[in-house]
T-cell receptor, first 112, second 111 residues
Framework: NAGVTQTPKFQVLKTGQSMTLQCAQD?????MSWYRQDPGMGLRLIHY???????DQGEVPNGYNVSRSTTEDFPLRLLSAAPSQTSVYFC???????????FGAGSRLTVL | GEDVEQSLFLSVREGDSSVINCTYT??????LYWYKQEPGAGLQLLTY?????DMKQDQRLTVLLNKKDKHLSLRIADTQTGDSAIYFC???????????FGQGTELSVKP
């Protein structure tokens, strides 16, 4: 039981490049979400999904796309990276009836 | 939108008690959480409290909830250097089950 797995752990991009942060969970959780963490700002919700085929915007969705084609996977896409997207990204999941989120270990992204 | 606020820093001496405070605005809050983040690591759930409770104790941790004032606190008894970390308060916002986080309080424990 691996929990929530995020890849890559570290990534450096140039402005304008695109990339996908991967998130996978093996707990059959319906709810998955992406947060970004910036110093002094806590964690802010980017996008979330309450089940396969359903996604919705969080607090700071601009510049990011998501899709949820399977229950297990919830990738976060940056189509044209900007320096303002330099951050640590966390994926989290929970089952529909639960009240506790399980977090991945994080992905540190630097955009030059 | 809903908001969660924390002070950014707290410094205590080893062996003292630490009290980390949090305020929130969500009137329909159901659960409130405390997470711990050590340097370079992910978030570890410490404890949580259901909104119809006033207090919850778990070993060295005591959570107090004042629902009228929308104030949550985390007390760590006999604070150790290993408790040095960033502590996040979070509110399970009822609509969509979203977790709203505070800015985090950096706890520094001096020997």
């Amino acid at each position: 039981n691996a929990g929530v797995t995020q890849t890559p752990k570290f990534q450096v991009l140039k402005t304008g490049q695109s990339m996908t942060l991967q998130c996978a969970q093996d707990m059959n959780h319906e709810y998955m979400s992406w947060y970004r963490q910036d110093p002094g700002m806590g964690l802010r919700l980017i996008h979330y999904s309450v089940g396969a085929g359903i996604t919705d915007q969080g607090e700071v969705p601009n510049g990011y796309n998501v899709s949820r084609s399977t229950t297990e996977d919830f990738p976060l896409r940056l189509l044209s990276a900007a320096p303002s997207q330099t951050s640590v990204y966390f994926c989290a999941s929970r089952s529909a009836g639960a009240n506790v989120l399980t977090f991945g270990a994080g992905s540190r992204l630097t955009v030059l | 939108g809903e908001d969660v606020e924390q002070s950014l820093f707290l410094s205590v001496r080893e062996g003292d008690s630490s009290v980390i405070n949090c305020t929130y605005t969500d009137s329909s809050s159901t659960y409130l959480y405390w997470y711990k983040q050590e340097p370079g690591a992910g978030l570890q759930l410490l404890t949580y409290i259901f909104s119809n409770m006033d207090m919850k104790q778990d070993q060295r941790l005591t959570v107090l909830l004042n629902k009228k004032d929308k104030h949550l606190s985390l007390r760590i008894a006999d604070t150790q250097t290993g408790d040095s970390a960033i502590y996040f308060c979070a509110d399970l916002y009822n609509q969509g089950g979203k977790l709203i986080f505070g800015q985090g309080t950096e706890l520094s424990v001096k020997p």
